[in-house]
Nanobody
Framework: QVQLVESGGGLVQAGGSLRLSCAAS????????MGWFRQAPGKEREFVGT????????AYADSVKGRFTISRDNAKNTLYLQMNSLKLEDTAVYYC?????????????????WGQGTQVTVSS
């Protein structure tokens, strides 16, 4: 089992920045591929970014490319999502996810573990 706990969400003005964190426990972090997903009210959960181990391979949704950066601190068993130039449409609950292989993945069905989510609200 893997436990994932997100933090760092909140209210921010458009154009601002936030950094989300996801602390992982219960399984060796080096064996996990990690991802961030988000779900806005009334919408399907969507892919945001993914990172493999040790962290060289990443992929992003087109909607966040150039604004968001996914990273991981393997010594701290923590995943991050740095979000810059935030837009109103970035408002959503953001979820951290892990999969039992160290490679990247875009499809949410390939993830085995999920956090409880953290709310990000971007205001005008």
């Amino acid at each position: 089992q893997v436990q994932l706990v997100e933090s760092g969400g909140g209210l921010v003005q458009a154009g601002g920045s936030l950094r989300l964190s996801c602390a992982a426990s219960g399984r060796t972090f080096s064996t996990l591929g990690m991802g961030w997903f988000r779900q806005a009210p009334g919408k399907e959960r969507e892919f945001v970014g993914t990172i493999g181990y040790p962290g060289y391979n990443t992929a992003y949704a087109d909607s966040v490319k150039g604004r968001f950066t996914i990273s991981r601190d393997n010594a701290k068993n923590t995943l991050y999502l740095q979000m810059n130039s935030l837009k109103l449409e970035d408002t959503a609950v953001y979820y951290c996810a892990a999969r039992r292989t160290f490679t990247i993945a875009v499809n949410s069905k390939l993830y085995d573990y999920w956090g409880q989510g953290t709310q990000v609200t971007v205001s005008s």
